[in-house]
């Protein structure tokens, strides 16, 4: 499940390895006896998913700080959507992403089990002997992950290791949530975890918050709701600052333009980064799209997407 709250603490045991693993990016296969000696730190984590993505900013500048210093970063990507077990797909998502640090191809989760690991984003830190000494699950804690990064490292007997804190840049989808004005819940459109649908060809006008309704003809599978004919739109009754939905074309390979309207107009200076002020779009890729981001004052508003081809499949709405 993605987490958006955080847990963290000391966790027990020595670090599990990543024998699971089919294949790996960036780097060749790497064992914890290999790492014997170096402070690790594995993060769990699926491309499309926005919760880890508000953390990676900090991940990459960890990774980058205390490289030379004796850290070895390691992404376990273990996908939730079915396109995010093509390792195509996840290599184009680390050269998209910048995550230059090794990654484990997990899509069996025989290295999410091994860990015993039920959350995106979660990340385990593990000390110079392999033992595990903290664990962060959800969004948030990036002070307190860093402190024990600075203490092992110390604890390892590595030198020039400061107290001074990463302040990273961060941009796009990589922007920490506007948490006090944050309405609106992760709300899948398949049937196997659809909440608050109201049915087919509903006015948008009429939907309450966290409402949401199609129009034209759909196939709403257990994981994704399936566009049949052009024309076809989802809206949505949100209150928030960002208008997330992870989307992709039914045959890879294809594109479908799509058009967004808030609250019956063009976003105007609302748009997101995949969308123009007219809030025209395409998808392209199988990927997380950010539709709308308001720069103003946030209040309950209609989000409305029309797609003018068919085969477009909608999996998830995330919001920031």
Not at 85 to 93: G, Q, S
Not at 243 to 252: A, D, F, H, M
Not at 258 to 282: I, K, M, Q, S
């Amino acid at each position: 499940m993605s987490l958006r709250s955080n847990l963290r603490g000391s966790i027990a045991g020595h670090l599990p390895g990543f024998d699971g693993a089919t294949g790996w990016l960036n780097s060749e296969p790497l064992t914890p006896a290999g790492l014997r000696g170096k402070v690790v730190l594995v993060d769990f984590w699926t491309y499309t998913c926005i919760n880890w993505l508000r953390t990676l900013g900090y991940v990459r500048a960890w990774a980058k700080k205390y490289e030379d210093q004796g850290l070895v970063v390691i992404g376990v990507h273990t996908p939730e959507f079915p396109f995010e077990k093509d390792p195509d797909n996840v290599r184009w998502a680390v050269e998209e992403m910048r995550v230059e640090y090794p990654v484990a191809l997990d899509p069996g989760y025989d290295v999410w089990r091994a860990f015993s690991n039920h959350y995106w984003p979660a990340v385990y830190i593990a000390d110079a002997e392999g033992r595990l000494q903290h664990h962060q699950f959800g969004e948030g804690g990036y002070d307190e992950c860093e402190r024990v990064i600075q203490r092992l490292l110390r604890d390892a007997r590595r030198d020039g290791i400061g107290n001074d804190l990463v302040s990273p840049t961060l941009e796009g989808f990589e922007v920490q949530a506007d948490w006090t004005n944050l309405e609106s819940p992760e709300t899948y459109l398949g049937s196997d975890q659809a909440q608050n649908f109201v049915g087919t060809n509903v006015p948008p006008d009429s939907l309450r918050l966290n409402q949401w309704a199609l129009a034209r003809d759909w196939t709403i599978e257990g994981g994704a709701s399936v566009l049949n004919e052009a024309g076809g739109r989802i809206a949505f009754r949100f209150h928030a600052r960002d208008v997330n939905l992870v989307l992709g074309p039914r045959t890879p390979g294809t594109s479908i333009p799509f058009r967004v309207l808030v609250d019956g107009g063009p976003p105007g200076d609302a748009h997101g980064l995949d969308v123009d002020e007219e809030g025209n779009g395409t998808v392209v890729h199988q990927r997380l799209y950010q539709l709308i981001r308001e720069p103003g004052s946030i209040t309950d508003r209609t989000f409305e997407i029309a797609f003018l081809e068919p085969g477009v499949e909608g999996y998830v709405f995330t919001f920031g």
